[in-house]
């Protein structure tokens, strides 16, 4: 199959996306909005959502480049097209750094270009003061307001997130590189902050105290990514070119993409958004797979989660307060405000009345990619030899609702546990952890992408778990040192099951009994309701 379209994927140059013939989804409209909405705004989204797309467009906007917009819906709002001296910096090039003079150097390097344009004095040897003189120099030379566009505005501070000495030095030099924006606001024409999260200590947001966070807010919730109507309407002939690939219906190859790629909401009211990296790489090499892991899990998100201890098995139904999205990073209680900022976690639903989100994984690429980077971390289990061996069998049982067949997988594979590097230490702490067997079952499921649920409440009392299936919902008891009766009883008594009694779904109610000496599953009981 021939490819006409040209797929923007890893192209974050708006004036090249444009030039070269990219396949671009409209958000310009959006963006003329933001730009009227306050003189300062900061904007947080997962990597690769767009985010520098997003910044290059908005300086060839206000580079006055009106030829590079014809045919956007920007033509139809903006009538003045004047321009500005545009100060761009990308300050994700200055992480990984090991020292804080290290970071002052690099934050001059991302600085050169424009001094280039702008000039620099010989007392500016500090990045806060080079970044000074260029806001003055440039409004000075041009007469005209300047306009800053600063991206991942927090990338050196994520590295050394728990880092008790760099932390507190890296803040400094960041502290002293952005309070220059406050002092020049009166220069300023418009000032544009990405990033993942927000440090509550820099003068970003402790100086700027009339900065706009517009993370949230409905209107700009499309601002990235791409909707389900903007797949609709400009990306059939992708879809059907996948589809045909697949040799699958049109629509059978949305359903897909949605399951896979859909999901995301960033506000209490928001459409369905498509992860717009993923999407394009599937159309463009004309295959599904979960694209945004290739780079790997962020590291500093992991340590949050290691650090923090964090419930893996809570993530697909999390209930929280607004006030949890504003926790200042260096203050954070959990990993909560990171698992949603890096993308990992969505918005769910919000009521309105109690001003609670309910948070979830977003879709089948986030659930297995993040399976897939906790799986050795947690339990010392090798992931590929989880998934091309265990894991296959485990799940043709299941498909074929042959559940005695899948326990019996499941029974065989753990008694080999033990000899995983990493298991036993992790297997030593289930006398004091017994939810040690959830969260591995949890894993095992999830790389699956079979939605499971844990410690699900009832009437009276909690199912250690619950998994759902397209067509059979099973109801699990583990008891550690117990029996499969006694944990099938315990499902009777406690009546785990009758919540699914309207379900048209089949369901199985599951008792398994785990020996901590043999550490093994010693016995299972399977019971159709």
Same mark, same amino acid.
């Given at each position: 199959m021939e490819?006409?379209?040209?797929?923007?994927?890893?192209i974050?140059?708006?004036?090249?996306?444009r030039?070269?013939?990219?396949v671009?989804?409209?958000?310009?409209?959006?963006?003329?909005r933001m730009?009227?909405?306050?003189?300062?705004i900061f904007?947080s989204?997962?990597?690769?959502?767009?985010?520098?797309?997003?910044?290059?467009?908005?300086?060839?906007?206000?580079?006055?480049?009106?030829e590079? !917009?014809e045919? /956007?819906k920007?033509?139809?709002l #903006? =009538?003045?097209? &004047?321009?500005?001296p %545009?100060?761009?910096?990308?300050?994700?090039?200055?992480?990984s750094?090991?020292?804080?003079?290290?970071?002052?150097?690099a934050?001059?390097?991302?600085l050169?270009?424009l001094?280039?344009?702008?000039?620099?004095?010989?007392?500016?040897?500090?990045?806060?003061?080079? !970044?000074?003189g /260029?806001?003055?120099?440039?409004? #000075? =030379?041009?007469g &005209?307001q300047?306009? %800053?566009v600063i991206?991942?505005?927090d990338?050196?501070l994520l590295?050394?997130l728990h880092?008790e000495?760099?932390?507190?030095a890296?803040?400094?030099?960041?502290?002293?590189f952005?309070?220059?924006?406050?002092?020049?606001?009166a220069?300023?024409?418009?000032c544009f902050?990405t990033?993942i999260?927000?440090?509550?200590?820099?003068?970003?947001?402790?100086?700027?105290?009339?900065?706009?966070?517009?993370?949230?807010?409905?209107e700009?919730a499309?601002i990235?990514g791409?909707?389900?109507?903007?797949i609709?309407e400009?990306?059939q002939?992708?879809?059907a070119?996948?589809?045909?690939r697949?040799?699958?219906?049109?629509?059978?190859?949305r359903q897909k993409?949605?399951?896979?790629?859909d999901?995301?909401h960033?506000?209490?009211e928001?459409?369905?958004?498509?992860?717009?990296?993923?999407?394009?790489?599937?159309?463009?090499e004309?295959?599904?797979?979960?694209?945004w892991f290739?780079?790997g899990?962020?590291?500093?998100?992991?340590?949050?989660?290691?650090?923090f201890?964090?419930?893996?098995?809570?993530?697909?139904n999390?209930?929280?307060?607004?006030?949890?999205?504003?926790?200042?990073?260096e203050y954070?209680v959990?990993?909560?405000?990171?698992?949603?900022?890096?993308?990992?976690l969505?918005?769910?639903?919000y009521?309105?009345e109690t001003?609670?989100?309910?948070?979830c994984?977003?879709?089948k690429e986030?659930r297995?990619?993040?399976?897939?980077?906790?799986l050795?971390?947690?339990?010392g289990?090798?992931v590929?030899?989880?998934?091309s061996?265990?894991?296959v069998?485990f799940?043709?049982?299941?498909?074929?609702n042959?559940?005695?067949?899948?326990?019996?997988e499941?029974?065989?594979?753990?008694?080999?546990?033990?000899?995983?590097?990493?298991?036993?230490?992790?297997?030593e702490?289930v006398?004091?952890?017994?939810?040690f067997?959830?969260?591995?079952?949890?894993?095992?499921?999830?790389?699956?992408?079979?939605y499971?649920q844990?410690q699900v409440?009832?009437?009276?009392?909690?199912?250690?778990?619950v998994?759902f299936?397209?067509?059979?919902?099973y109801v699990?008891?583990?008891k550690?040192?117990?029996?499969?009766?006694?944990?099938l009883?315990?499902i009777?008594?406690k009546?785990?099951a009758?919540?699914?009694?309207t379900d048209?779904r089949?369901?199985?109610?599951?008792?398994?009994?785990?020996?901590?000496?043999?550490r093994?599953?010693?016995?299972?009981?399977?019971?159709?309701?």
């Amino acid at each position: 199959m021939e490819q006409e379209r040209r797929y923007p994927v890893g192209i974050q140059t708006f004036s090249r996306l444009r030039k070269e013939g990219y396949v671009y989804i409209d958000k310009t409209d959006l963006m003329w909005r933001m730009t009227r909405l306050s003189p300062f705004i900061f904007l947080s989204r997962p990597r690769r959502f767009g985010k520098s797309l997003l910044t290059t467009t908005l300086c060839s906007f206000f580079r006055g480049e009106r030829e590079l !917009f014809e045919g /956007l819906k920007v033509m139809e709002l #903006e =009538k003045e097209w &004047k321009s500005h001296p %545009v100060l761009h910096i990308d300050v994700s090039k200055a992480k990984s750094q090991e020292s804080k003079e290290e970071l002052r150097q690099a934050l001059i390097r991302q600085l050169k270009p424009l001094t280039s344009l702008y000039g620099i004095e010989p007392e500016e040897s500090t990045p806060g003061a080079v !970044f000074d003189g /260029l806001i003055r120099r440039a409004y #000075e =030379k041009t007469g &005209k307001q300047v306009v %800053v566009v600063i991206d991942e505005y927090d990338a050196p501070l994520l590295d050394v997130l728990h880092e008790e000495e760099q932390l507190p030095a890296f803040r400094r030099v960041m502290q002293e590189f952005y309070q220059c924006l406050k002092a020049n606001e009166a220069m300023i024409r418009f000032c544009f902050i990405t990033g993942i999260t927000k440090f509550s200590q820099l003068s970003i947001f402790s100086t700027l105290n009339n900065i706009t966070n517009i993370t949230l807010l409905p209107e700009f919730a499309a601002i990235c990514g791409i909707t389900s109507e903007e797949i609709d309407e400009q990306m059939q002939p992708d879809v059907a070119r996948l589809a045909e690939r697949y040799k699958c219906s049109s629509a059978e190859m949305r359903q897909k993409l949605r399951d896979t790629y859909d999901g995301y909401h960033f506000a209490g009211e928001s459409p369905d958004i498509y992860n717009p990296f993923s999407l394009m790489k599937a159309f463009n090499e004309c295959r599904l797979a979960n694209f945004w892991f290739e780079s790997g899990t962020p590291s500093y998100l992991l340590r949050q989660m290691r650090h923090f201890h964090t419930d893996i098995t809570k993530m697909d139904n999390l209930v929280v307060s607004s006030d949890a999205f504003d926790q200042p990073t260096e203050y954070m209680v959990d990993a909560l405000p990171l698992l949603y900022q890096s993308g990992y976690l969505t918005i769910k639903d919000y009521d309105n009345e109690t001003e609670e989100y309910t948070l979830c994984i977003p879709n089948k690429e986030v659930r297995v990619g993040l399976t897939k980077s906790l799986l050795p971390l947690i339990t010392g289990m090798n992931v590929e030899g989880v998934r091309s061996g265990f894991a296959v069998r485990f799940w043709r049982a299941l498909r074929a609702n042959d559940t005695d067949l899948a326990l019996r997988e499941l029974q065989a594979y753990l008694e080999g546990l033990p000899y995983v590097e990493g298991f036993k230490k992790k297997l030593e702490e289930v006398v004091v952890a017994e939810g040690f067997y959830e969260w591995t079952f949890y894993l095992i499921f999830s790389m699956l992408n079979v939605y499971v649920q844990t410690q699900v409440k009832c009437a009276r009392g909690r199912a250690d778990m619950v998994v759902f299936m397209p067509d059979t919902i099973y109801v699990m008891e583990l008891k550690l040192n117990g029996t499969a009766q006694d944990a099938l009883d315990q499902i009777n008594d406690k009546g785990y099951a009758l919540r699914y009694a309207t379900d048209p779904r089949p369901v199985v109610k599951v008792g398994m009994g785990f020996s901590i000496e043999k550490r093994a599953l010693t016995d299972y009981l399977i019971v159709e309701k």
